[in-house]
T-cell receptor, first 114, second 112 residues
Framework: ETGVTQSPTHLIKTRGQQVTLRCSSQSGHNTVSWYQQALGQGPQFIFQ???????GRGNFPPRFSGLQFPNYSSELNVNALELDDSALYLC?????????????FGPGTRLTVL | GQQVMQIPQYQHVQEGEDFTTYCNSSTTLSNIQWYKQRPGGHPVFLIQLVKSGEVKKQKRLTFQFGEAKKNSSLHITATQTTDVGTYFCAGYNAGNNRKLIWGLGTSLAVNP
């Protein structure tokens, strides 16, 4: 196990609702990255947080937002859910900001939007 | 934008046969990482290659990074049923170490 935990494991929401997903990073890691993985696809980078600041962002609309807390845990918030938001949401923690370091993934949250 | 292509998309082999997946980037990469994802699981880091022409081995797995740092391969010798899963390559664009670009993965099935 990587020591990265995510909650909840599964979630069902309806269109237009809002959702908050949580990630607890591996001890000592100060960087968290969030990914969206649609069925049969590779993970798509959403954004990265380093020491509570957003540190890079992929091609996702502003309704995808995040937070990182002083203990380096993190949240992903998605507003105005759409059917296409149904996916596995993965967080990954790593040790240093911006360095090509190993990312340790959590088990993911499976989000279904009806 | 930057793309990372992986081929083949699927591969079905008999146990004991070899397997290779190839990864090609449209731009030069600062490094490349390989991950394995079992069905229903999450990606698990396998290895990182940084140097041009680098070759690394992990037991039956051999990883290569191209001279131009735009392509990579993963070769598994004598596959076993435990090798089943999807193998992803992912790379950082040279000059942007924040955004890991992933290939679509190669799904490997192994017949016992």
């Amino acid at each position: 196990e990587t020591g990265v935990t995510q909650s909840p494991t599964h979630l069902i929401k309806t269109r237009g609702q809002q959702v908050t997903l949580r990630c607890s990073s591996q001890s000592g890691h100060n960087t968290v990255s969030w990914y969206q993985q649609a069925l049969g696809q590779g993970p798509q980078f959403i954004f990265q947080y380093y020491r509570e600041e957003e540190n890079g962002r992929g091609n996702f609309p502003p309704r995808f937002s995040g937070l990182q807390f002083p203990n380096y845990s993190s949240e992903l918030n998605v507003n105005a859910l759409e059917l296409d938001d149904s996916a596995l949401y993965l967080c990954a923690s790593s040790l240093e900001e911006g360095s090509p370091d190993t990312q340790y993934f959590g088990p993911g949250t499976r989000l279904t939007v009806l | 934008g930057q793309q990372v292509m992986q081929i083949p998309q699927y591969q079905h082999v008999q146990e004991g046969e070899d397997f290779t997946t190839y990864c090609n980037s449209s731009t030069t990469l600062s490094n490349i990482q390989w991950y394995k994802q079992r069905p229903g699981g999450h990606p698990v880091f396998l290895i990182q290659l940084v140097k041009s022409g680098e070759v690394k081995k992990q037991k039956r797995l051999t990883f290569q990074f191209g001279e131009a740092k735009k392509n990579s391969s993963l070769h598994i010798t004598a596959t076993q049923t435990t090798d089943v899963g999807t193998y992803f390559c992912a790379g950082y664009n040279a000059g942007n170490n924040r955004k890991l670009i992933w290939g679509l993965g190669t799904s490997l099935a192994v017949n016992p």
